[in-house]
């Protein structure tokens, strides 16, 4: 005796009689998504709506955004010290960054940050980072 797969495959319906498939309509089915208010469209959601979401609620586009203004202050800052003091955070044209030593970061707070800042600044070609923010990294 077949069983319901089989049947459907078949298209008979357990009576003996032809069935047909259930015809699925566009917006129903696997995979389909209901409607979403501020598109207005049902169906699969394309795969840069899908992106953009993705960094939006990760923060990886605030960093890719900001990549700019990190390089930019490495750069100045060269190799060695880069290392020690890594930008970690940057909005309203304040650039957060971590130092691993507290003689490091007072070195940076007192003597040379602002060169630094001023450098990057020169690198970037206009005055984007306004401050600049020390803190020990934990």
Do not use: C
């Not at 953009?52 to 700019?68: N, S, V, Y």
């Not at 190799?79 to 970061?105: D, W, Y």
């Amino acid at each position: 005796m077949p069983n319901a797969f089989q049947n459907h495959m078949s298209n008979q319906s357990p009576d003996g009689r032809r069935s047909y498939p259930r015809r699925v309509f566009k917006g129903q089915g696997i995979g389909a998504e209901k409607s979403t208010p501020e598109r207005g469209r049902s169906g699969p959601t394309g795969m840069g709506d899908v992106l953009r979401q993705f960094m939006r609620d990760t923060g990886l586009g605030a960093q890719l955004r900001h990549a700019r203004v990190y390089g930019a202050w490495s750069e100045a800052l060269g190799e060695r010290l880069s290392e020690r003091a890594k930008p970690v955070h940057f909005q309203f044209g304040e650039l957060t960054v971590e130092v691993q030593s507290a003689p490091h970061m007072q070195e940076l707070q007192n003597f040379t940050g602002d060169q630094y800042r001023r450098e990057a600044n020169k690198k970037l070609g206009e005055d984007v980072i306004q401050k600049v923010l020390f803190r020990l990294k934990r």
